[in-house]
């Protein structure tokens, strides 16, 4: 279904004109004053609003606050002369998307103007949709995107998701990896069973081993208690390993057992416990690479490489960007018990500017950022940017620094930022790959990377 347009304007050459424009992308309706506008916006749910601000009996802001007070996420383009830009310039703030001045110069703007709005509308309603399903359903955990690149990849873990065998997935830090795990469960034959998760990366060896396979009443020091592991807790369900390949060589080897015999022993104890579980494992390492290097071991990489899922990072999910910053906006909105928004054409471009090296993390912690920070009202480009962030999130245009000579201490802090900032780009978000390119061990290396705002987890 097309969607709907109105175009309210005295001027009959610029409705026309608009109308032919669009009229294969869009169903546009005509109104010529303030009367005729009121009974179409009554009758009809419109996508976008496009008002002159000069109209017979009516002044296009005006008419546009009451319909806004009647539908608060309209989203509206003021059409404009000359002398009342700064009037537009100022309603903007009032959450107005845009504003074009006439006679229109250029075409290719006034259409790309119009798509844009069309995007941030579509945007509110996929995300409305998708609440309203989360209300009515429980179990598989929706996923924001509509890009062929999502569309794809939820193609494929509806497919896999019924197969009772191990699925890897595979994609740059803060691609949803997780997301995608509850998804592949909530999907599966085993979703009225148990799931866990656990994130090998963020373990010591030891930590991980007992959390995995439990251990008996003095095994070791602190082991007060006989307690249970995940592979005995997730008998029947789903065991999601993150970050697996920073699994140690020594709990790859006891893996792989597992996985081969379905059998295991607490910590502590000689006595074999069976269990059966379907295994759902991620990294956003090359595992092929890992096993070239002597990283992992081979036999356990062909034992869990059965299904692989490549996870597509944000730079390929074409229109996904705003989708997923409307639904971060209307998340911590609710939990920030804040009013923030909407996004202002500006704020639309930057978004979607950016190449967000640290994927839908990245984004939502942007957002998170603003909301926090913002007392209310629109998004502008520059709330993108709160004063103070050594390395922004969103690009903004700035004049260049001065060549002044910088003291020795502030020219090797802006190489640091700089040299890691790229090395992150360069590594595609791979945080165990820029420690190794750089050297820097890794847990230094967050805390290095928070320091300059490149990382903000």
């Given at each position: 279904m097309l969607p709907k347009i109105l175009v309210v304007d005295d001027d009959r050459y610029t409705r026309t004109l608009i109308q032919q424009l669009m009229r294969k992308t869009a169903e546009v309706h005509l109104a010529e004053d303030g009367a005729a506008a009121r009974r179409l916006f009554a009758d009809m749910d419109f996508n976008l609003v496009l008002m002159d601000q000069r109209l017979p009996h009516d002044k296009g802001l005006d008419l546009l606050r009451e319909f806004r007070s009647r539908k608060p996420r309209l989203v509206a383009i003021l059409i404009t002369g000359y002398a009342d830009v700064h009037e537009a310039v100022a309603a903007v703030r009032e959450g107005l998307f845009d504003y074009l001045s006439k006679p229109f110069e250029d075409l290719e703007a006034l259409e790309a103007a119009v798509g844009k709005a069309l995007e941030l509308d579509r945007a509110y309603r996929e995300i409305d949709s998708l609440r309203s399903r989360l209300a009515q359903e429980s179990g598989a955990p929706h996923v924001v995107g509509q890009s062929p690149a999502m569309e794809r990849l939820q193609g494929q873990i509806r497919e896999v998701a019924g197969l009772d065998t191990t699925v890897l997935l595979e994609g740059e830090s803060?691609?949803?990896?997780?997301?995608?795990?509850?998804?592949?469960?909530?999907?599966?034959?085993?979703?009225?069973?148990?799931?866990?998760?656990?994130?090998?990366?963020?373990?010591?060896?030891?930590?991980?081993?007992?959390?995995?396979?439990?251990?008996?009443?003095?095994?070791?020091?602190?082991?007060?208690?006989?307690?249970?592991?995940?592979?005995?807790?997730?008998?029947?369900?789903?065991?999601?390993?993150?970050?697996?390949?920073?699994?140690?060589?020594?709990?790859?080897?006891?893996?792989?057992?597992?996985?081969?015999?379905?059998?295991?022993?607490?910590?502590?104890?000689?006595?074999?416990?069976?269990?059966?579980?379907?295994?759902?494992?991620?990294?956003n390492r090359a595992l092929a690479g890992e096993v070239k290097a002597g990283r992992f071991r081979e036999d356990l990489y062909y034992r869990i490489n059965v299904v692989a899922v490549r996870l597509p990072p944000l730079r390929e999910r074409s229109g996904d960007v705003l989708r997923l910053a409307v639904h971060f906006l209307e998340h911590y909105n609710a939990r920030f018990a804040k009013q923030c928004g909407p996004f202002t054409a500006d704020a639309v471009r930057a978004l979607e500017a950016c190449s967000w090296p640290g994927n839908v993390r990245e984004l939502q912690h942007c957002i998170e950022r603003v909301v926090a920070l913002h007392r209310g009202g629109v998004i502008d480009r520059v709330h993108l940017n709160p004063g103070g962030d050594p390395q922004p999130a969103v690009p903004v245009d700035a004049p260049p620094e001065p060549d002044t000579p910088l003291a020795y201490q502030q020219a090797r802090a802006e190489f640091e930022r700089d040299y890691l900032h790229r090395l992150l780009q360069t590594a595609h978000g791979n945080m165990s790959e820029v420690a190794r390119l750089s050297g820097i061990p890794r847990q230094n290396l967050y805390v290095r990377m928070k320091r300059w705002g490149i990382v903000t987890e």
């Open positions: 803060g691609t949803g990896k997780d997301v995608i795990a509850k998804l592949t469960h909530a999907l599966s034959q085993r979703s009225h069973k148990p799931y866990l998760e656990v994130n090998c990366g963020g373990l010591p060896e030891s930590l991980l081993e007992s959390l995995l396979f439990g251990y008996e009443k003095g095994a070791f020091t602190g082991a007060s208690q006989t307690t249970p592991g995940y592979f005995e807790k997730v008998n029947g369900g789903n065991l999601f390993l993150d970050e697996i390949a920073d699994m140690s060589p020594k709990l790859q080897s006891s893996l792989l057992r597992v996985l081969q015999d379905h059998s295991f022993c607490r910590i502590g104890s000689t006595q074999a416990r069976t269990t059966d579980f379907r295994l759902i494992c991620a990294t």
